[in-house]
């Protein structure tokens, strides 16, 4: 469902190298977890993967498309809910919607739909004719999971969603993820949550200075040969054992 082939990213006239050569399968049906500490490339490679930031090398391909040689095709499999929205603050939450309703093609009918689903569901029905600017981080965060599901996106792409959202939003978000995925669709997100990322996804990729230090399901990752102590340890564990261990000077 979605490829990543050695995908390289460098900010700062290359001093940065934000990913380096990663390389992901995601498949098809599935609720993919992506984890790492601050600064590991995450974002990055969400944003590369949305089309909004071109990479230096390497290839996407979404449902199978290939970003580069069928941008909008492959941009069309996406819905994307960045880490934080700061832009069209003067649009009310509605003229957002229909906005974004209306670049991508949706019918008034799938529109009404999928509006009258997510605004009880995140208590957005009255906000929703206000100023973005007056928003909360949370109710902004739920305008955006909307807008984003609006077009029933085969790929459903979040950073960090569950930042900020209160534990009844929280609740319906992991839901929708999940009901997402049952319908034969894709999620892939980024979290800090690794409770949420044990239950929820079934496979976590972990980051870490844009390289890849694991992927599999819980059990997968928790036979990788550089934890020794394999057996029942939780993902927390795990993920503070290998980024350690990638911290860790030669010996
Ligand atoms: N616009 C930018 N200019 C320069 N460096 C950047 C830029 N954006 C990100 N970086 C650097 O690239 C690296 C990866 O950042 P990225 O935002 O992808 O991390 P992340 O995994 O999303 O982190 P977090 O968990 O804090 O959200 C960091 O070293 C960061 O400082
Ligand atoms: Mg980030």
Redesign the pocket.
């Known amino acids: 469902m979605l490829q990543l082939s050695n995908l390289v990213k460098s900010?700062?006239k290359g001093k940065?190298r934000?990913?380096d050569n990663l390389s992901l399968s995601v498949n098809k049906g599935e609720i993919f977890g992506f984890i790492?500490?601050?600064?590991?490339?995450?974002?990055?490679?969400l944003k590369m993967i949305a089309g909004i930031l071109r990479p230096d090398s390497g290839k996407i391909a979404i449902n199978g498309r290939d970003l580069k040689e069928e941008p909008l095709e492959a941009r069309r499999q996406v819905g994307y809910v960045p880490?934080s929205s700061t832009i069209y603050e003067r649009l009310t939450g509605m003229e957002y919607l229909r906005f974004i309703a209306d670049v991508y093609d949706v019918p008034e009918e799938k529109r009404k739909q999928a509006l009258d689903k997510y605004l009880p569901m995140f208590a957005l029905e009255k906000a929703v004719f206000d100023q973005i600017r007056s928003y909360s981080h949370g109710m902004r965060q739920k305008l955006m999971v909307t807008a984003a599901l609006l077009h029933n996106p085969p790929l459903w792409l979040l950073?960090?969603p569950l930042t900020g959202l209160d534990p009844k939003s929280s609740h319906f978000l992991k839901q929708e993820m999940r009901a997402h995925c049952q319908e034969g669709k894709t999620v892939f997100f980024?979290t800090?949550v690794l409770e949420v990322a044990e239950k929820l996804c079934d496979r976590i990729a972990i980051?870490h200075n844009?390289k890849i230090l694991a992927v599999g399901n819980l059990d997968e990752l928790r036979n990788d040969p550089l934890l020794k102590e394999s057996g029942d340890s939780s993902l927390e564990s795990i993920f503070l054992t290998l980024t350690e261990k990638e911290d860790a000077p030669e010996e």
């Open positions: 900010y700062s940065i934000a990913v790492g500490p601050n600064g590991a490339g995450k974002t990055t490679t880490d950073d960090e980024s800090h980051i844009g």
